[in-house]
Protein backbone atom coordinates (compact mmCIF):
# COMPACT_ATOMS: atom_id res chain seq x y z
CA UNK A 1 0.00 0.00 0.00
CA UNK A 2 1.63 3.30 -1.00
CA UNK A 3 -0.09 6.59 -0.13
CA UNK A 4 1.16 9.42 -1.99
CA UNK A 5 2.78 12.13 0.83
CA UNK A 6 4.26 15.53 0.09
CA UNK A 7 5.71 17.56 2.72
CA UNK A 8 5.01 21.28 2.29
CA UNK A 9 5.87 21.56 5.88
CA UNK A 10 9.74 22.81 5.80
CA UNK A 11 9.22 25.51 7.95
CA UNK A 12 8.79 22.92 10.48
CA UNK A 13 11.88 20.97 9.75
CA UNK A 14 13.77 19.46 6.66
CA UNK A 15 14.43 16.23 5.72
CA UNK A 16 18.50 15.52 6.69
CA UNK A 17 19.97 15.86 3.20
CA UNK A 18 21.46 12.58 1.91
CA UNK A 19 24.87 13.73 1.36
CA UNK A 20 24.56 15.03 4.99
CA UNK A 21 23.79 11.83 6.53
CA UNK A 22 27.32 10.43 4.76
CA UNK A 23 29.40 12.98 6.35
CA UNK A 24 27.89 12.22 9.99
CA UNK A 25 27.96 8.50 10.25
CA UNK A 26 31.97 7.57 10.68
CA UNK A 27 31.64 10.21 13.72
CA UNK A 28 29.21 7.60 15.36
CA UNK A 29 31.00 4.46 14.70
CA UNK A 30 35.05 4.68 13.72
CA UNK A 31 35.41 8.33 15.95
CA UNK A 32 33.37 7.95 18.68
CA UNK A 33 35.99 10.73 20.37
CA UNK A 34 34.91 13.63 22.46
CA UNK A 35 36.02 16.83 21.24
CA UNK A 36 37.17 17.80 24.41
CA UNK A 37 39.47 14.55 25.51
CA UNK A 38 43.33 16.38 24.80
CA UNK A 39 44.89 12.62 25.51
CA UNK A 40 44.18 10.36 22.40
CA UNK A 41 43.40 10.69 18.62
CA UNK A 42 40.49 9.95 18.80
CA UNK A 43 39.35 13.27 20.80
CA UNK A 44 41.91 15.10 18.58
CA UNK A 45 39.61 13.89 15.26
CA UNK A 46 36.78 14.83 16.80
CA UNK A 47 38.19 18.11 17.73
CA UNK A 48 39.26 18.71 14.16
CA UNK A 49 35.93 17.38 13.24
CA UNK A 50 34.44 19.95 14.90
CA UNK A 51 36.79 23.18 13.86
CA UNK A 52 35.78 22.25 10.49
CA UNK A 53 32.48 21.87 11.01
CA UNK A 54 32.34 25.79 12.49
CA UNK A 55 34.80 26.43 9.76
CA UNK A 56 32.06 25.58 7.24
CA UNK A 57 29.31 27.49 9.18
CA UNK A 58 31.21 30.69 9.96
CA UNK A 59 31.88 30.28 6.64
CA UNK A 60 27.87 30.38 5.40
CA UNK A 61 27.43 33.66 7.57
CA UNK A 62 30.60 35.35 7.49
CA UNK A 63 31.67 35.24 10.38
CA UNK A 64 34.92 34.07 12.23
CA UNK A 65 35.19 30.45 13.60
CA UNK A 66 35.77 32.12 16.79
CA UNK A 67 32.41 33.18 16.58
CA UNK A 68 29.86 30.42 16.27
CA UNK A 69 28.83 28.88 19.64
CA UNK A 70 27.15 25.39 19.31
CA UNK A 71 24.06 24.83 21.26
CA UNK A 72 21.53 22.09 21.29
CA UNK A 73 19.07 24.19 18.41
CA UNK A 74 17.86 27.29 17.97
CA UNK A 75 15.31 27.92 21.06
CA UNK A 76 18.56 27.47 23.29
CA UNK A 77 20.73 29.76 21.13
CA UNK A 78 17.65 32.35 22.07
CA UNK A 79 17.98 31.59 25.32
CA UNK A 80 21.44 32.11 25.76
CA UNK A 81 21.66 35.19 23.90
CA UNK A 82 18.32 37.21 25.78
CA UNK A 83 18.92 35.80 28.94
CA UNK A 84 22.81 35.79 28.59
CA UNK A 85 23.15 39.36 27.16
CA UNK A 86 20.31 40.90 29.64
CA UNK A 87 22.90 39.36 32.40
CA UNK A 88 25.28 40.55 31.43
CA UNK A 89 24.47 44.23 30.25
CA UNK A 90 21.70 44.82 32.90
CA UNK A 91 24.00 47.09 34.97
CA UNK A 92 22.95 49.43 31.74
CA UNK A 93 19.81 49.36 31.32
CA UNK A 94 16.84 46.74 31.84
CA UNK A 95 14.66 47.54 28.46
CA UNK A 96 14.29 44.92 25.58
CA UNK A 97 12.49 45.62 22.52
CA UNK A 98 10.52 42.62 20.34
CA UNK A 99 8.41 42.06 18.38
CA UNK A 100 4.67 40.70 18.60
CA UNK A 101 5.42 37.86 15.82
CA UNK A 102 8.32 36.41 17.15
CA UNK A 103 8.66 32.66 17.55
CA UNK A 104 7.84 31.53 21.35
CA UNK A 105 11.67 30.58 21.77
CA UNK A 106 12.03 34.23 21.88
CA UNK A 107 8.82 35.67 23.31
CA UNK A 108 8.87 33.49 26.13
CA UNK A 109 12.33 34.14 26.99
CA UNK A 110 11.38 37.69 26.84
CA UNK A 111 8.44 36.75 29.49
CA UNK A 112 11.39 35.00 31.94
CA UNK A 113 13.31 38.09 31.40
CA UNK A 114 10.26 40.22 32.35
CA UNK A 115 10.24 38.29 35.99
CA UNK A 116 13.54 38.50 36.62
CA UNK A 117 13.18 42.24 36.55
CA UNK A 118 13.73 43.09 33.09
CA UNK A 119 11.33 45.48 31.05
CA UNK A 120 10.22 44.12 27.15
CA UNK A 121 8.56 46.05 24.69
CA UNK A 122 6.61 43.63 22.63
CA UNK A 123 5.89 45.85 19.13
CA UNK A 124 2.99 45.81 16.42
CA UNK A 125 3.84 45.06 13.03
CA UNK A 126 2.20 46.31 10.10
CA UNK A 127 -0.28 44.62 8.42
CA UNK A 128 2.14 43.57 5.89
CA UNK A 129 3.81 41.64 8.54
CA UNK A 130 6.61 44.45 8.81
CA UNK A 131 8.18 46.62 11.53
CA UNK A 132 7.60 50.21 11.30
CA UNK A 133 10.87 51.46 12.01
CA UNK A 134 9.88 54.90 13.37
CA UNK A 135 7.59 52.92 15.77
CA UNK A 136 11.01 51.20 16.14
CA UNK A 137 13.11 54.17 17.29
CA UNK A 138 10.18 55.33 18.74
CA UNK A 139 10.21 52.59 21.77
CA UNK A 140 13.93 53.17 22.62
CA UNK A 141 14.89 54.30 26.09
CA UNK A 142 17.91 55.65 27.59
CA UNK A 143 17.37 52.13 29.51
CA UNK A 144 17.51 50.23 25.82
CA UNK A 145 20.41 47.44 26.01
CA UNK A 146 19.14 45.07 23.34
CA UNK A 147 16.85 45.12 20.06
CA UNK A 148 15.45 41.80 19.49
CA UNK A 149 14.09 41.09 15.84
CA UNK A 150 13.52 37.62 13.86
CA UNK A 151 15.26 37.83 10.09
CA UNK A 152 12.45 36.19 8.29
CA UNK A 153 9.27 34.90 9.92
CA UNK A 154 8.26 31.23 10.34
CA UNK A 155 4.54 31.62 9.33
CA UNK A 156 4.52 34.19 6.64
CA UNK A 157 8.32 33.74 5.45
CA UNK A 158 8.15 37.57 6.10
CA UNK A 159 11.75 39.65 5.69
CA UNK A 160 12.23 42.44 8.09
CA UNK A 161 14.32 45.24 7.37
CA UNK A 162 17.70 44.33 8.76
CA UNK A 163 20.35 46.57 7.85
CA UNK A 164 17.77 49.89 8.65
CA UNK A 165 17.33 48.01 11.80
CA UNK A 166 21.14 47.38 12.62
CA UNK A 167 21.70 50.61 11.57
CA UNK A 168 19.45 52.38 13.84
CA UNK A 169 21.24 50.39 16.50
CA UNK A 170 24.46 51.16 15.58
CA UNK A 171 23.48 54.88 15.65
CA UNK A 172 22.30 54.23 19.60
CA UNK A 173 24.92 51.83 21.18
CA UNK A 174 22.11 49.25 21.50
CA UNK A 175 22.86 45.26 20.78
CA UNK A 176 20.66 43.57 18.10
CA UNK A 177 20.03 40.22 18.35
CA UNK A 178 18.36 38.04 15.96
CA UNK A 179 16.41 35.07 15.49
CA UNK A 180 17.85 34.25 12.22
CA UNK A 181 16.86 30.42 12.04
CA UNK A 182 14.38 30.66 9.03
CA UNK A 183 16.78 32.54 6.94
CA UNK A 184 20.26 31.13 7.13
CA UNK A 185 20.73 28.56 4.14
CA UNK A 186 18.35 29.91 2.42
CA UNK A 187 18.89 33.24 1.46
CA UNK A 188 22.18 35.28 2.40
CA UNK A 189 22.67 36.17 5.66
CA UNK A 190 25.77 37.60 7.18
CA UNK A 191 25.12 39.40 10.20
CA UNK A 192 28.24 41.75 9.99
CA UNK A 193 26.58 43.48 6.87
CA UNK A 194 24.00 44.21 8.97
CA UNK A 195 24.79 45.08 12.18
CA UNK A 196 23.50 42.38 14.04
CA UNK A 197 25.71 41.33 17.25
CA UNK A 198 24.00 37.84 18.18
CA UNK A 199 22.14 35.48 15.51
CA UNK A 200 20.43 32.30 16.53
CA UNK A 201 20.20 29.33 14.24
CA UNK A 202 19.78 25.92 13.90
CA UNK A 203 20.70 22.81 11.73
CA UNK A 204 17.36 21.06 11.35
CA UNK A 205 16.04 23.74 9.10
CA UNK A 206 18.56 23.53 7.04
CA UNK A 207 18.82 20.08 5.86
CA UNK A 208 20.94 19.07 8.94
CA UNK A 209 20.02 16.60 11.48
CA UNK A 210 17.97 17.76 14.57
CA UNK A 211 19.37 18.53 18.04
CA UNK A 212 22.33 20.54 16.93
CA UNK A 213 22.36 24.85 16.43
CA UNK A 214 24.43 27.63 16.91
CA UNK A 215 24.28 31.33 18.74
CA UNK A 216 27.10 33.99 16.92
CA UNK A 217 28.54 36.21 18.79
CA UNK A 218 29.72 39.33 17.63
CA UNK A 219 33.89 39.82 18.54
CA UNK A 220 34.80 42.64 17.63
CA UNK A 221 33.53 46.24 17.72
CA UNK A 222 31.60 45.52 19.61
CA UNK A 223 33.55 42.65 21.41
CA UNK A 224 29.97 41.04 23.01
CA UNK A 225 29.37 38.75 25.64
CA UNK A 226 26.76 36.92 27.39
CA UNK A 227 26.35 35.35 30.55
CA UNK A 228 26.65 31.02 30.04
CA UNK A 229 23.00 29.68 30.75
CA UNK A 230 24.91 26.35 31.36
CA UNK A 231 27.54 25.69 34.05
CA UNK A 232 29.47 22.70 33.43
CA UNK A 233 32.78 22.24 32.19
CA UNK A 234 33.23 25.26 30.32
CA UNK A 235 33.39 24.43 26.96
CA UNK A 236 32.32 26.98 23.80
CA UNK A 237 34.70 29.91 25.56
CA UNK A 238 32.59 29.52 28.47
CA UNK A 239 29.54 30.67 27.27
CA UNK A 240 27.97 26.79 26.90
CA UNK A 241 29.10 24.31 28.80
CA UNK A 242 28.72 20.32 27.58
CA UNK A 243 30.22 17.52 25.43
CA UNK A 244 29.79 18.18 21.83
CA UNK A 245 27.41 16.72 19.66
CA UNK A 246 30.18 15.86 16.96
CA UNK A 247 28.42 13.96 14.56
CA UNK A 248 25.34 16.42 14.70
CA UNK A 249 27.84 19.67 14.42
CA UNK A 250 29.91 17.62 11.42
CA UNK A 251 26.56 17.31 9.65
CA UNK A 252 25.35 21.10 10.65
CA UNK A 253 28.69 22.07 8.89
CA UNK A 254 28.50 19.90 5.86
CA UNK A 255 24.76 20.97 5.57
CA UNK A 256 25.80 24.93 5.56
CA UNK A 257 28.41 23.80 2.85
CA UNK A 258 25.81 22.74 0.58
CA UNK A 259 23.48 25.73 1.70
CA UNK A 260 26.21 27.67 0.20
CA UNK A 261 26.50 26.20 -2.68
CA UNK A 262 23.24 25.97 -3.53
CA UNK A 263 21.08 28.22 -2.04
CA UNK A 264 20.27 30.82 -5.13
CA UNK A 265 19.64 27.48 -7.24
CA UNK A 266 17.70 26.51 -5.10
CA UNK A 267 15.44 29.74 -3.88
CA UNK A 268 15.72 30.15 -7.63
CA UNK A 269 13.34 27.03 -8.34
CA UNK A 270 11.38 26.94 -5.19
CA UNK A 271 10.35 30.19 -5.64
CA UNK A 272 8.56 29.27 -9.22
CA UNK A 273 7.00 26.07 -7.20
CA UNK A 274 5.83 28.34 -4.76
CA UNK A 275 4.41 30.94 -7.51
CA UNK A 276 2.87 28.42 -9.57
CA UNK A 277 1.07 26.58 -6.34
CA UNK A 278 -0.41 30.39 -5.16
CA UNK A 279 -1.29 30.86 -8.84
CA UNK A 280 -3.07 27.17 -9.07
CA UNK A 281 -4.83 28.05 -5.91
CA UNK A 282 -6.22 31.35 -6.75
CA UNK A 283 -7.15 30.69 -10.24
CA UNK A 284 -9.31 27.66 -8.82
CA UNK A 285 -10.65 29.14 -5.67
CA UNK A 286 -12.22 32.35 -5.00
CA UNK A 287 -11.62 34.06 -1.75
CA UNK A 288 -7.89 33.07 -1.24
CA UNK A 289 -5.71 35.88 0.62
CA UNK A 290 -1.96 35.72 0.78
CA UNK A 291 -0.97 36.52 4.14
CA UNK A 292 2.21 38.90 4.91
CA UNK A 293 4.56 40.86 2.41
CA UNK A 294 4.73 38.81 -1.02
CA UNK A 295 7.49 41.62 -1.64
CA UNK A 296 9.33 40.97 1.67
CA UNK A 297 9.20 37.33 1.55
CA UNK A 298 11.41 34.14 1.79
CA UNK A 299 11.13 32.29 -1.70
CA UNK A 300 9.97 29.10 -0.69
CA UNK A 301 6.87 29.94 1.83
CA UNK A 302 3.15 30.94 1.34
CA UNK A 303 1.09 31.43 4.27
CA UNK A 304 -3.21 31.79 2.54
CA UNK A 305 -5.95 32.10 4.08
CA UNK A 306 -9.38 30.57 2.31
CA UNK A 307 -11.71 31.84 3.49
CA UNK A 308 -15.27 30.76 5.30
CA UNK A 309 -13.04 27.39 5.39
CA UNK A 310 -11.78 26.25 9.04
CA UNK A 311 -8.11 25.84 8.40
CA UNK A 312 -7.90 22.91 10.93
CA UNK A 313 -10.63 21.24 9.04
CA UNK A 314 -9.81 21.19 6.01
CA UNK A 315 -6.53 19.59 6.91
CA UNK A 316 -8.35 17.05 7.68
CA UNK A 317 -9.36 16.62 4.33
CA UNK A 318 -5.86 15.83 2.97
CA UNK A 319 -4.11 15.11 6.05
CA UNK A 320 -3.01 11.73 5.17
CA UNK A 321 -1.23 12.85 1.71
CA UNK A 322 -0.07 16.63 2.47
CA UNK A 323 1.84 17.81 5.26
CA UNK A 324 1.31 21.57 5.71
CA UNK A 325 0.82 23.23 8.79
CA UNK A 326 -2.13 26.03 10.32
CA UNK A 327 -1.07 28.32 12.18
CA UNK A 328 2.85 27.45 13.55
CA UNK A 329 3.92 23.96 14.85
CA UNK A 330 4.06 24.77 17.99
CA UNK A 331 0.84 25.83 18.90
CA UNK A 332 -1.44 23.97 16.05
CA UNK A 333 -1.83 21.87 18.79
CA UNK A 334 -4.49 24.32 20.01
CA UNK A 335 -7.26 25.36 18.16
CA UNK A 336 -6.27 29.44 18.75
CA UNK A 337 -5.61 31.20 16.00
CA UNK A 338 -2.05 32.00 14.79
CA UNK A 339 -0.91 35.06 17.04
CA UNK A 340 1.27 35.83 14.40
CA UNK A 341 -1.89 36.21 12.08
CA UNK A 342 -3.65 38.14 14.61
CA UNK A 343 -0.65 40.57 15.12
CA UNK A 344 -1.13 41.33 10.79
CA UNK A 345 -4.20 42.36 12.14
CA UNK A 346 -6.23 39.52 10.46
CA UNK A 347 -9.77 39.12 11.93
CA UNK A 348 -10.56 35.95 13.36
CA UNK A 349 -12.05 34.41 10.32
CA UNK A 350 -8.88 34.88 8.53
CA UNK A 351 -6.72 34.09 10.79
CA UNK A 352 -8.64 30.53 11.36
CA UNK A 353 -8.60 29.82 7.91
CA UNK A 354 -4.94 29.93 6.96
CA UNK A 355 -2.17 27.38 5.88
CA UNK A 356 1.22 28.00 5.86
CA UNK A 357 2.89 26.05 2.53
CA UNK A 358 6.67 25.55 3.18
CA UNK A 359 8.79 24.43 0.49
CA UNK A 360 11.60 22.72 0.55
CA UNK A 361 14.68 20.87 -1.58
CA UNK A 362 13.42 17.46 -2.42
CA UNK A 363 9.40 19.14 -3.28
CA UNK A 364 9.14 18.95 -7.42
CA UNK A 365 6.93 20.30 -9.31
CA UNK A 366 4.40 17.06 -9.16
CA UNK A 367 4.48 17.80 -5.48
CA UNK A 368 2.80 21.38 -6.06
CA UNK A 369 -0.11 19.95 -8.98
CA UNK A 370 -0.93 17.36 -6.61
CA UNK A 371 -1.25 20.06 -3.76
CA UNK A 372 -3.65 22.10 -5.88
CA UNK A 373 -5.76 19.72 -6.49
CA UNK A 374 -6.42 18.41 -3.38
CA UNK A 375 -6.55 21.83 -1.52
CA UNK A 376 -8.73 22.74 -4.63
CA UNK A 377 -10.92 19.85 -3.83
CA UNK A 378 -10.73 20.11 -0.03
CA UNK A 379 -11.73 24.12 0.30
CA UNK A 380 -14.89 23.26 -2.53
CA UNK A 381 -15.80 20.63 -0.28
CA UNK A 382 -15.74 21.90 3.01
CA UNK A 383 -17.31 25.15 1.26
CA UNK A 384 -20.03 23.28 -0.43
CA UNK A 385 -20.96 22.07 3.00
CA UNK A 386 -20.66 25.49 5.08
CA UNK A 387 -24.43 27.67 5.50
CA UNK A 388 -21.63 30.75 5.93
CA UNK A 389 -20.70 30.08 2.31
CA UNK A 390 -24.24 29.92 1.34
CA UNK A 391 -25.03 33.10 2.64
CA UNK A 392 -21.91 35.32 0.97
CA UNK A 393 -23.11 33.03 -1.88
CA UNK A 394 -26.65 34.63 -2.02
CA UNK A 395 -24.83 38.35 -1.38
CA UNK A 396 -25.76 37.89 2.29
CA UNK A 397 -23.20 40.82 3.73
CA UNK A 398 -22.29 38.62 6.68
CA UNK A 399 -20.47 41.19 8.45
CA UNK A 400 -23.96 42.85 9.27
CA UNK A 401 -25.58 39.93 10.18
CA UNK A 402 -26.68 39.58 14.21
CA UNK A 403 -25.26 36.35 15.58
CA UNK A 404 -27.69 35.12 18.33
CA UNK A 405 -26.11 32.41 20.72
CA UNK A 406 -22.83 33.75 21.92
C1 LIG B 1 12.22 26.25 14.52
C2 LIG B 1 12.46 27.60 15.09
C3 LIG B 1 13.05 27.76 16.34
C4 LIG B 1 13.38 26.61 17.23
O1 LIG B 1 14.50 25.90 16.76
P1 LIG B 1 14.97 24.54 17.47
O2 LIG B 1 16.29 24.24 16.87
O3 LIG B 1 13.92 23.54 17.10
O4 LIG B 1 15.04 24.78 18.93
C5 LIG B 1 13.29 29.05 16.78
N1 LIG B 1 12.98 30.11 16.03
C6 LIG B 1 12.41 30.00 14.82
C7 LIG B 1 12.10 31.21 14.03
C8 LIG B 1 12.12 28.74 14.31
O5 LIG B 1 11.55 28.64 13.12
Known sequence: MSVRQIYLDNNSTTPVDPRVVDTMVPYFYEIPGNAASRSHPFGWQAEE????????????????????????????????????????????????????????????????????????????????????????????????????????????????????????CAE????????????????????????????????????????????????????????????????????????????????????????????????????VLRDKLQSGLMNNLEEVYINGSEEHRMPHVTNISFKHVEGEGLMMTFNQNIAVSSGSACTSASLEPSYVLMALGLGDDLAHSSIRFSLGRFNTEEDVDFAVEALTKGVTHMRDLSPIWEMYKEGVDLDAVEWSAH
Not at 174 to 194: C, H, R, W, Y
Not at 227 to 253: C, K, W, Y
Request: proline share 3%.
Open 49 to 168: AVDYGREQIANLIGADKREIIFTSGATEADNLALKGAFEMYRRKGDHIITLETEHKAVLDTCKKIEKMGGNVTYLKVERNGLVDLNKLRAAITDKTILISVMWANNETGVIQPMKEIGDI
Open 172 to 271: KGILFMSDATQAVGKIPVNPKEVGVHLMAFTSHKMYGPKGVGALYVNRKNPRVKVTAQLDGGGHERGMRSGTLNVPGIVGFGKAAELAQKEMHEDAARLS
